[in-house]
Nanobody, 115 residues
């Protein structure tokens, strides 16, 4: 079982930046895929970005060039640097660890971008 705790959300003006952090309670394995998802009111949860233990990344088109995902394996932590934020980025952001067929989720952190 892996417990995930996110931090770093908040209220920011359009064009601003936030950095989200997610710390895992257990050792993250090299096979684990770590990622960030988001869910806006009335919408389905969607992938924002993911990263392998080797550093290979995948981004949703709507954040390419603005967001950067990174992880520190020795700290069991994944980060999401969000720049040039837009009002449409407003959502609850969830940390995810995928291990084989199991998915672990954090409790979510609210990001609100004002126009």
């Amino acid at each position: 079982q892996v417990q995930l705790v996110e931090s770093g959300g908040g209220l920011v003006q359009a064009g601003g930046s936030l950095r989200l952090s997610c710390a895992a309670s257990a050792t993250i394995l090299s096979i684990d895929l770590m990622g960030w998802y988001r869910q806006a009111p009335g919408k389905q949860r969607e992938l924002v970005a993911s990263i392998t233990s080797g550093g290979a990344t995948n981004y949703a088109d709507f954040v390419k060039g603005r967001f950067t995902i990174s992880r520190v394996n020795t700290k069991n932590t994944v980060y999401l640097q969000m720049n040039s934020l837009k009002p449409e980025d407003t959502a609850v952001y969830y940390c995810n660890v995928n291990r084989f067929t199991a998915d672990y989720w954090g409790q979510g952190t609210q990001v609100t971008v004002s126009s």
